[in-house]
């Protein structure tokens, strides 16, 4: 089996830009340099020993991915397909969650076992098993989350992408000289290219 040539890679990535670019809401795309990768990786890590640290597994995953690009995208971007922040504790129990469509939020209005912390994040009540739990270390998870507009690339595989954190996303956009607006964001989406037969 061989790996695939500098070329035809160029041309896998240019691909995958060309499909993210021409996605709703997506203003720019932008492959991630090494050195980016290396700084993102070191702004991550340093949330890890908060007071509630920051936990960021799909940035990690896509840090670690053969190809990583960038996107600033727009609130017209389509709805994440699962929350990409989650109050966990370190033994897997979720604690609390965003919440990423009205349906979510109409689901959990009239609900008495969450708390609202703000229009987008819930957190549930405890009950008395919870309780009797013991300690547990809560944490925010930004876990990895799927992006299909990719799937349809043959020669790449594992697909996923991630939300940078806010010192993270601050970073990216000075970097690839993105305007520093709230309401633009940067998502990494990252992959590898399958081996050729």
């Given at each position: ?5 500098g070329?035809?890679q ?6 995958a ?30 949330r ?15 840090l670690?991915k053969?190809?990583?690009l ?17 109050l ?9 969650q965003?919440?990423?469509s009205?349906?979510?939020k ?6 008495n076992?969450?708390?609202f ?15 009797s ?7 925010f ?7 299909p ?23 990216i ?18 992959f ?6």
């Amino acid at each position: 089996m061989a790996l695939l040539c500098g070329d035809m890679q160029k041309m896998v990535v240019e691909n995958a830009i060309k499909i993210i670019k021409s996605l709703k809401g997506v203003v720019d795309v932008q492959e991630l340099s090494d050195e980016d990768r290396k700084t993102l990786l070191k702004i991550e890590s340093s949330r890890k020993d908060d007071v509630v640290p920051v936990v960021n597994e799909g940035l990690d995953e896509c840090l670690k991915k053969e190809f990583c690009l960038v996107m600033l995208k727009t609130e017209e971007f389509r709805n994440p397909s699962k929350p990409t922040v989650l109050l966990v504790t370190d033994k897997g129990r979720i604690l609390g969650q965003e919440l990423i469509s009205p349906e979510d939020k109409k689901k959990y209005a009239d609900r008495n076992d969450v708390y609202f912390l703000s229009n987008n994040f819930i957190v549930f009540k405890p009950d008395t098993m919870t309780r009797s739990v013991g300690v547990e270390k809560e944490l925010f998870l930004l876990p990895s989350i799927p992006f299909p507009e990719l799937n349809e690339i043959k020669e790449i595989s594992n697909v996923v992408s991630g939300s940078p954190s806010t010192m993270g996303d601050a970073y990216i956009k000075n970097r690839c000289n993105y305007p520093d607006d709230p309401h633009l964001a940067t998502i990494l989406v990252a992959f590898s290219t399958k081996n050729e037969e």
